[in-house]
């Protein structure tokens, strides 16, 4: 089976998301798959980081492979983008019409000029529907982008477009699928995200960059972004000097730069910035607890959070706000809804994997759960899906 990924991220991301693994799976499973996307265009030829430097390689290269999957990055001289004319719902139907070379002819190049699944995961890949023969397509919904700052306004009513004319759609969240719902009333699926089996694994070497002050570490693991309370875990910064404070991953909302280079002025935080994705088990099985300090709102309401999992997979009580998912999953959780709250909270965590033998017992408790929601239980789903909808 040939399956193209109508992707908004780069397939060699350091920390993958739902679509990264399940492309794993796919082309684990025999099956033949091409990443395709995020385009570039004339616009990040003045955006040189990282990110964009990497794609104009695999453009400049007509392609590149990871691990026997195929990228293909086009390069699009219209982008679907928050500004004046770029903003228009138009641009972000046609994105993939106006590609140099055309992209028609790089697809056959890659033997994807006709696919059997076309795996859509953005709005802008509603030409593709057109663009490129599929016996089947599907729309994974994992956010509702229209509560994102910094995207066109616009953007829900292209996902919905995409919700009305894939022949299915599969959403991570509740809230996600009643929106969908909303849309249409068939051929839509709830399907949480998952975890990983390296967080199964058992102790590892503890990485030199760890704190090694003595104290228990409560550890974040993830994007640092507008769904980010840092004024709550500043709180707890300050309030609780037992516990040291860790957090992984990139900044992405450029507004909690300055709070979070004071923080790290403060003897018990510390701030690593983006790790590997293999790297991440030895952190996660030093600390003491995981945390997920998100605000309560319309976007973090249709947040399934793969922390959650990687933390109880690595044996970790979670600290986290009543998000709906996790309300929902009713798993273990030792929840907040205010300051104080997360405070007392985390005391808790941290007291339980201080005594033994209440430690290996919840510890035992949280890999079973965690155990439940691993990629291959959801990959084994959606190739069910897929194969009903491929015999029809």
């Known amino acids: 089976m040939k399956v193209l990924f109508a992707e908004s991220h780069n397939l060699d991301r350091p920390d993958p998301l739902g679509s990264?693994?399940?492309?794993?799976?796919?082309?684990?499973?025999?099956?033949?798959?091409?990443?395709?996307?995020?385009?570039?265009?004339?616009?990040?030829?003045?955006?040189?980081?990282?990110?964009?430097?990497?794609?104009?390689?695999?453009?400049?290269?007509g392609g590149s492979e990871l691990d026997g999957i195929g990228w293909l990055v086009p390069f699009s001289l219209l982008f679907y983008y928050n500004l004046p004319l770029l903003r228009s719902p138009a641009v972000g139907r046609n994105q993939y019409r106006f590609c140099l070379p055309p992209l028609a002819g790089q697809l056959k190049r890659k033997g994807f000029d006709q696919v059997d699944l076309l795996w859509c995961a953005g709005p802008v890949a509603l030409s593709l529907l057109d663009l490129v023969p599929h016996r089947v397509s599907c729309y994974r919904l994992a956010d509702r982008l229209d509560k994102f700052s910094g995207i066109p306004a616009?953007?829900?009513?292209?996902?919905?477009?995409?919700?009305?004319?894939?022949?299915?759609?599969?959403?991570?969240?509740?809230?996600?699928?009643?929106?969908?719902r909303?849309?249409?009333?068939?051929?839509?699926?709830?399907?949480?995200?998952?975890?990983?089996?390296?967080?199964?694994?058992?102790?590892?070497t503890v990485p030199?960059?760890?704190?090694?002050?003595?104290?228990?570490?409560?550890?974040?693991?993830?994007?640092?972004?507008?769904r980010f309370d840092l004024e709550t875990l500043a709180h707890a910064v300050h309030s609780l000097k037992e516990i040291h404070f860790l957090l992984?991953?990139?900044?992405?909302?450029?507004?909690?730069?300055?709070?979070?280079?004071?923080?790290?002025?403060?003897?018990?935080?510390?701030?690593?910035?983006?790790?590997?994705?293999?790297?991440?088990?030895?952190?996660?099985?030093?600390?003491?607890?995981?945390?997920?300090?998100?605000?309560?709102?319309?976007l973090t309401e249709a947040v399934n959070p793969i922390k959650y999992y990687e933390y109880l997979a690595s044996g970790l009580p979670?600290?986290?706000?009543?998000?709906?998912?996790?309300?929902?999953?009713?798993?273990?959780?030792?929840?907040?809804?205010?300051?104080?709250?997360?405070?007392s909270a985390l005391r808790e965590a941290v007291a339980g994997q201080k005594?033994?033998?209440?430690?290996?017992?919840?510890k035992a408790a949280f890999r079973k759960f965690a155990s439940g929601?691993?990629?291959?239980?959801?990959?084994?789903?959606?190739?069910?899906?897929?194969e009903a909808k491929l015999s029809q």
Not at 257 to 284: I, R, S
């Open 248 to 298: 992984i991953g990139p900044l992405t909302f450029e507004k909690l730069k300055p709070a979070l280079q004071a923080l790290q002025a403060e003897d018990n935080f510390t701030w690593l910035g983006p790790k590997q994705y293999g790297e991440l088990p030895a952190y996660l099985q030093a600390s003491a607890a995981g945390l997920i300090p998100f605000y309560l709102n319309e």
């Open 373 to 386: 929601h691993t990629w291959e239980s959801r990959f084994a789903e959606i190739s069910a899906i897929v």
């Open 208 to 226: 030199p960059d760890f704190p090694a002050d003595g104290r228990p570490v409560a550890v974040y693991v993830g994007t640092i972004d507008t």
């Open 355 to 362: 005594r033994e033998p209440e430690r290996r017992e919840k």
């Open 154 to 180: 616009n953007v829900g009513e292209l996902q919905k477009e995409l919700i009305r004319r894939v022949d299915f759609v599969v959403a991570t969240s509740l809230s996600l699928w009643e929106w969908a």
């Open 20 to 61: 990264h693994h399940y492309v794993r799976l796919f082309q684990k499973a025999g099956h033949d798959c091409l990443w395709l996307g995020p385009a570039i265009s004339p616009l990040h030829v003045f955006k040189p980081d990282n990110l964009n430097r990497r794609r104009f390689a695999v453009w400049r290269a």
């Open 318 to 343: 979670v600290a986290a706000p009543m998000l709906r998912e996790l309300k929902a999953m009713e798993g273990p959780l030792h929840s907040y809804s205010d300051r104080e709250g997360f405070c």
């Open 182 to 204: 909303s849309v249409r009333k068939d051929d839509l699926y709830y399907l949480p995200n998952g975890v990983s089996d390296i967080f199964f694994g058992e102790k590892e």
